[in-house]
């Protein structure tokens, strides 16, 4: 083994104080987070959006129907001789601008759910 200088000593001294005092950060921290951890929950609610860039219609499941809205949307489709199949929401899903809303008749059970003033 061999003998260490005064300046190993010093080095590794200072290595072992700056791995202490690190230590104790991490340690409050620790503590900090487990304080917010035990919080209680309030009313808080939160609205988590998702960007789907470039849009997203789900096969047809909600469109709009104003004229320039839907030229576009046959446009884009290109759905030829087939007609789109779709079932009126209702008087309560008028979208911003006045705006009326439709959904595929593969989705019967969710109108309800678009119609509710709620949903916009």
């Known amino acids: 083994m061999s003998n260490a200088t005064r300046r190993e000593i010093l080095r590794r001294a200072t290595a072992l104080s700056c791995v202490g005092a690190a230590a104790s950060t991490f340690g409050l921290q620790l503590a900090t987070m487990g304080s917010a951890a035990a919080q209680t929950a309030t009313g808080y609610k939160a609205i988590v959006c998702i960007f789907l860039f470039g849009g997203n219609d789900s096969n047809n499941m909600v469109l709009a129907t104003d004229t320039d809205s839907w030229n576009r949307y046959t446009a884009a489709r290109q759905t030829g001789a087939t007609p789109i199949a779709l079932m009126p929401v209702g008087t ?4 911003p601008g006045g705006t009326n809303a439709v959904t ?11 119609a509710s003033p709620e949903a916009w």
Not at 104 to 114: F, I, Q, T
């Open 104 to 114: 595929g008749r593969v989705l019967p059970n969710n109108n309800g759910a678009y």
């Open 92 to 95: 309560a899903a008028t979208l």
